[in-house]
T-cell receptor
């Protein structure tokens, strides 16, 4: 079983739609959860992170974690063309390691 | 405050040549990480360095790849005798010294290596 699974898409939605992006993970030791956004030909940038199960909201973005199911989601409300990017879930270092473990990323296009 | 800088942004090499990728971390950051992104793949960790020390190189291929972060100057990722399979985007990230609860890594724009 892969440590992180993320549907690569691509996902195409009309402007204003609600977008749901998801990842599953197998390592129950992960304690916090991140979402990075990567625009084409750019480096990833941290969008949101959360520690606990439940929801965390930041503007149009909501991160949701279900530790019992090892499932995390990122919701984008009122999606905009500027949200078109690849979204990567990421998981923190474990056991003294500093390496982030990334999903493959979901490519999202929001059409005007 | 300038972000993480990488150069060159694009690098073309022929098989068998050497590739040198440079990374200057954000001001005040003493930890540097290198990741590789192959086409249609996610980011994969390669190596974690602090000044003059390699801390974790568990993601580095055993041969041809090396990394350094000298006391002065940028971090260098060096690939000797490149092969076509080395074609990828290489990203550098940096973070401040330990003490923060969460390891937020700030990424540079990447170097896109093409091996002909």
């Amino acid at each position: 079983q892969k440590e992180v699974e993320q549907d690569p898409g691509p996902l195409s939605v009309p402007e204003g739609a609600i977008v749901s992006l998801n990842c599953t993970y197998s390592n129950s030791a992960f304690q916090y959860f991140m979402w990075y956004r990567q625009y084409s030909r750019k480096g990833p940038e941290l969008l949101m992170y959360t520690y606990s199960s439940g929801n965390k909201e930041d503007g149009r973005f909501t991160a949701q974690v279900d530790k019992s199911s090892k499932y995390i989601s990122l919701f984008i409300r009122d999606s905009q063309p500027s949200d078109s990017a690849t979204y990567l879930c990421a998981f923190p270092p474990q056991g003294g390691s500093e390496k982030l473990v990334f999903g493959k990323g979901t490519k999202l296009t929001v059409n005007p | 405050n300038a972000g993480v800088m990488q150069n060159p942004r694009h690098l073309v090499r022929r098989r068998g040549q050497e590739a040198r990728l440079r990374c200057s971390p954000m001001k005040g950051h003493s930890h540097v990480y290198w990741y590789r992104q192959l086409p249609e793949e996610g980011l994969k960790f390669m190596v974690y360095l602090q000044k003059e020390n390699i801390i974790d190189e568990s993601g580095m291929p055993k041969e041809r790849f090396s990394a350094e972060f000298p006391k002065e100057g940028p971090s260098i990722l060096r690939i000797q005798q490149v092969v076509r399979g080395d074609s990828a985007a290489y990203f550098c990230a940096s973070s401040p010294p330990r003490g923060r609860t969460m390891n937020e890594q700030f990424f540079g724009p990447g170097t896109r290596l093409t091996v002909l």
